[in-house]
């Protein structure tokens, strides 16, 4: 695939690496602190921007007919629009929180301890989450699908703690406290590889389609939403 990168900070270099020892050539870089060429033709497009520019950065590729990959977080509230804008022009969209394949089973279990808990009133579930001092959003996208979930299963909004430590990639826990005990469901990334190998992966499967996918239709092969 031809690639071209919408963002070319820490992630979209790792992204890029990605790609390349997979085989993958790079169309475009699209940076304010890069050239940017006036014309993009790709098979596929990284969003790894900033939340003021991420939905530009995706209609611009709605515009231009290239299926667009977004992990840029912090502009959740136009998901529902952009998905639908999505649609309405034909176009392909995955947008992921996160795109590491063991966060997203650990999304599949926080639901399931969330079915579990419900009805245990004893337990006050809490989430906590840090990452690297560059992170601009806070809580992350990532806390507030965990927290999202919790509330629509238990009926119950567990707060989010964010801390901004270091170079840290993103550890996550979803904690459920009582007089007893304590019970944690805990991911931590070792380095930012493992969510750019999952955004490569999305690129892939998102080629040749149409729709709005998130990583629920990669990991089981669905049709999108």
Same mark, same amino acid.
């Given at each position: 695939?031809?690639?071209?990168?919408?963002?070319?900070?820490?992630?979209?270099?790792?992204?890029?690496?990605?790609?390349?020892?997979?085989?993958?050539?790079?169309?475009?870089?699209?940076?304010?602190?890069?050239?940017?060429?006036?014309?993009?033709?790709?098979?596929?497009?990284?969003?790894?921007?900033?939340?003021?520019?991420?939905?530009?950065?995706?209609?611009?590729?709605?515009?231009?007919?290239?299926?667009?990959?977004?992990?840029?977080?912090?502009?959740?509230?136009?998901?529902?629009?952009?998905?639908?804008?999505?649609?309405?022009?034909?176009?392909?969209?995955?947008?992921?929180?996160?795109?590491? =394949?063991?966060?997203? =089973?650990?999304?599949? @279990?926080?639901?399931?301890?969330?079915?579990?808990?419900?009805?245990?009133?004893?337990?006050?579930?809490?989430?906590?989450?840090?990452?690297?001092?560059?992170?601009?959003?806070?809580?992350?996208?990532?806390?507030?699908?965990?927290?999202?979930?919790?509330?629509?299963?238990?009926?119950?909004?567990?707060? =989010?703690?964010?801390?901004?430590?270091?170079?840290?990639?993103? =550890?996550?826990?979803?904690?459920?406290?009582?007089?007893?005990?304590? @019970?944690?469901?805990?991911?931590?990334?070792?380095?930012?590889?493992?969510?750019? @190998?999952?955004?490569?992966?999305?690129?892939?499967? @998102?080629?040749?389609?149409?729709g709005f996918f998130t990583m629920y239709n990669l990991l089981n092969d669905?049709?999108?939403?």
């Amino acid at each position: 695939m031809k690639i071209a990168y919408f963002g070319y900070g820490k992630m979209g270099r790792t992204v890029e690496a990605a790609a390349l020892e997979r085989g993958h050539t790079t169309a475009a870089i699209i940076d304010p602190l890069v050239e940017s060429p006036s014309t993009i033709v790709a098979d596929v497009a990284m969003e790894f921007s900033t939340p003021a520019t991420a939905v530009d950065n995706i209609l611009r590729c709605f515009d231009l007919g290239i299926p667009v990959v977004s992990g840029t977080t912090g502009w959740n509230a136009r998901l529902n629009e952009v998905a639908d804008i999505c649609r309405q022009r034909q176009g392909a969209l995955f947008v992921a929180s996160n795109f590491s =394949i063991g966060m997203n =089973i650990m999304f599949q @279990l926080n639901r399931r301890l969330a079915e579990l808990m419900k009805d245990r009133a004893d337990y006050r579930p809490s989430i906590s989450e840090t990452h690297h001092v560059h992170k601009l959003d806070a809580p992350s996208g990532t806390a507030i699908v965990l927290a999202n979930d919790i509330a629509a299963i238990s009926g119950s909004t567990p707060p =989010i703690e964010s801390h901004r430590v270091g170079e840290v990639p993103g =550890i996550h826990e979803v904690v459920y406290d009582s007089a007893v005990d304590t @019970l944690t469901l805990r991911h931590e990334a070792k380095s930012r590889k493992g969510l750019a @190998l999952g955004a490569v992966l999305a690129a892939e499967f @998102l080629v040749g389609r149409k729709g709005f996918f998130t990583m629920y239709n990669l990991l089981n092969d669905s049709p999108s939403a």
